[in-house]
């Protein structure tokens, strides 16, 4: 079967799990996600404890990759306990974009964990990884507003990511249309309107977007991002 890489439906899948999760700040956390879904995510080091999810060799998976799905009897993610954080994010959110974009059901001899991987389905779920650690609404609000902090540790990514990131970023958004931008914004709206005063140094939501403290009226308050 030949699968053709769809970089508009990872895009619009993302936009709409973030519009639906609403998470609190950045980095986002796929941890959470997962949760919410009621995708249960195993490390290496408790995978015997779950013998019934060993369909294959995950130990042999493991290691040319640091998470993989095992989607029987129930959707499972397997991670490795020693990767580092940022390369974890992403692949958590690879492998999670796999599930939300029912990869699974719709190409199951393809993703068949025997077969080797299809660099269609794979691109995909890289695509849906990057839009959900880094939507584009939310980089370009940022980029815009305080360009010395839209930086890879922000998001939770690492170099090589980020810059995978920056170079898809105008494909990405040409598959963002006005709403969902406002959706994924709105998503983020508190984390955005926070703001810390100079002055007297507390924080808060500028909802009005005055550039006024609340508490002490000095101007110009710094994100709190």
């Known amino acids: 079967m030949n699968v053709q890489p769809e970089a508009g439906r990872a895009v619009r899948y993302a936009c709409a799990v973030l519009a639906d999760c609403r998470p609190a700040s950045l980095p986002m956390d796929p941890c959470d996600l997962a949760a919410r879904a009621g995708i249960l995510l195993v490390p290496l080091s408790r995978v015997d404890n779950y013998p019934l999810w060993v369909p294959y060799d995950i130990f042999d998976s493991l290691r040319t990759a640091c998470a993989v799905t095992v989607s029987y009897p129930a959707f499972c993610i397997v991670f490795r306990d020693d990767t580092e954080p940022e390369r974890l994010r992403f692949a958590l959110f690879h492998e999670l974009g796999h599930i939300f974009m029912n990869h699974y059901r719709d190409f199951p001899e393809i993703m068949d964990p025997s077969r080797p991987e299809d660099p269609a389905l794979e691109a995909e779920a890289d ?91 000095a101007g110009n308050p710094d994100w709190t991002l």
């Not at 609404?137 to 815009?144: F, K």
Request: net charge positive; with cysteine.
């Open 127 to 217: 695509t849906f990884a990057l839009n959900m650690a880094a939507p584009v609404p939310v980089v370009d609000v940022i980029r815009y507003n305080r360009p010395q902090q839209a930086k890879a540790a922000l998001f939770g990514l690492g170099r090589t990511a980020w810059m995978r990131r920056l170079a898809s970023i105008d494909r990405d958004r040409s598959f963002v249309d006005e709403e969902a931008a406002n959706l994924v914004l709105y998503a983020f709206r508190d984390y955005l309107l926070g703001r810390r005063c100079p002055s007297c140094g507390k924080a808060f939501a500028d909802e009005a977007q005055t550039g006024l403290c609340p508490f002490c009226g």
